[in-house]
């Protein structure tokens, strides 16, 4: 069964930098892109990034492009999430997502379903 775990959230002073781990069992990256949510209390849910292994392709929402990359490790079946200059406005749950699509078509269209989702990973970013 396919399955995704967080980890790597944490306290951090404005801007410094965390490195969050998705840890994926049961499924190929050949198959499903991997994509990075957060939500922060009283807003909605925002896609954060992606990458699709097959083509090689990743996708940052703007406001953390520049700051933020995408990597995977195919050996240990980790996707993360390094986070530098974090903000007080990065301040959410973080989550990563599992699903078959292209980022390219994610980045197209942001309303695309992903059905397999980890725990979430707690972020907040102080002052």
């Known amino acids: 069964e396919v399955q995704l775990a967080e980890s790597g959230g944490g306290l951090v002073q404005a801007g410094g930098s965390l490195r969050l781990s998705c840890v994926t069992s049961?499924?190929?990256?050949?198959?499903?892109?991997i994509a990075w949510f957060r939500q922060a209390p009283g807003k909605e849910r925002e896609g954060v990034s992606c990458?699709?292994?097959?083509?090689?392709?990743?996708w940052y929402v703007n406001s953390v492009q520049g700051r933020f990359t995408i990597s995977i490790d195919t050996a240990g079946n980790t996707v993360y999430l390094q986070m530098n200059d974090l903000k007080q406005d990065d301040t959410a749950v973080y989550y990563c997502?599992?699903?078959?699509?292209?980022?390219?078509?994610?980045?197209?269209?942001?309303?695309?379903?992903?059905?397999?989702w980890g725990q979430g990973t707690q972020v907040t970013v102080s002052t």
């Open positions: 049961g499924l190929s990256f050949d198959d499903y892109a």
């Open positions: 997502a599992a699903e078959d699509l292209l980022c390219e078509d994610y980045a197209s269209d942001q309303s695309y379903p992903f059905f397999i």
């Open positions: 990458i699709s292994y097959r083509d090689g392709g990743t």
